[in-house]
């Protein structure tokens, strides 16, 4: 949806069938590029996640990136200056009554250099094994863009590790996590944010907010 009064009123955009909408950004430099990331239905399998594209302002939308009909995008982020560059958390996730896997092999980080037409892994200094990615969070430091953090949980909803990179993501490198242990529904906090004034401020959401002042 869309309000161009401050949230008084709201216009249907679309999308409408592809289930849960976990993030929604706006080109920063042109309103008429959306970018929408799509975990998809919750209680089945289906190929309409992944990430889709506007350029009318939600007129029409292009499905952009596609993994698998169990894998959606659970966190999305893009450069303050050059809107081309954007990261994508993917999450492996099955839900059933009587069955749920929060993780796999499917999960992780994809970076797109040419505004999300193609999208590459990124795999040097994370996890690799499908049961040390569940859910993940990413955030992209404004005052300094080349960083950005990453929060991976576990297949079984535990904190994997908290990972950073200088040179906009090709290596990582992870860092102190340990003080995070009073945590828990991974699938609903969204996990590690950082401050846009000063990259070396971040949080972690979880049950309990905890800070950290030297990155």
Request: proline share 3%; with cysteine; aromatic share 12%.
């Amino acid at each position: 949806y869309k309000s161009e009064d401050g949230g008084l009123n709201w216009v249907n955009k679309g999308l409408n069938n592809v289930g849960s909408i976990s993030k929604v950004i706006i080109d920063p430099n042109n309103d008429d590029v959306i970018f929408a990331a799509a975990m998809g239905a919750l209680f089945k399998n289906d190929t309409l996640r992944g990430i889709y594209k506007s350029t009318d302002d939600g007129s029409s939308w292009e499905h952009v990136f596609f993994i698998s009909d169990s894998t959606g995008i659970i966190d999305l982020v893009c450069h303050p200056d050059n809107s081309d560059i954007l990261y994508a958390a993917a999450w492996e996730r099955i839900r059933r009554p009587q069955y749920r896997s929060y993780g796999g092999e499917t999960s992780g980080i994809y970076r797109s250099i040419d505004g999300g037409n193609t999208w590459e892994e990124l795999t040097d200094g994370l996890p690799s094994l499908g049961s040390q990615k569940g859910r993940i969070s990413i955030a992209i430091a404004k005052t300094n863009p080349e960083v950005l953090y990453t929060r991976y949980a576990d297949a079984s909803g535990n904190i994997q590790g908290v990972f950073k990179t200088t040179n906009g993501g090709d290596t990582w490198i992870e860092i102190n996590s340990v003080q995070l242990t009073n945590i828990g529904f991974h699938w609903w906090f969204k996990g590690v944010y950082v401050d846009p004034s000063d990259e070396n401020v971040i949080y972690n959401l979880d049950s309990v907010v905890h800070k950290s002042i030297d990155g």
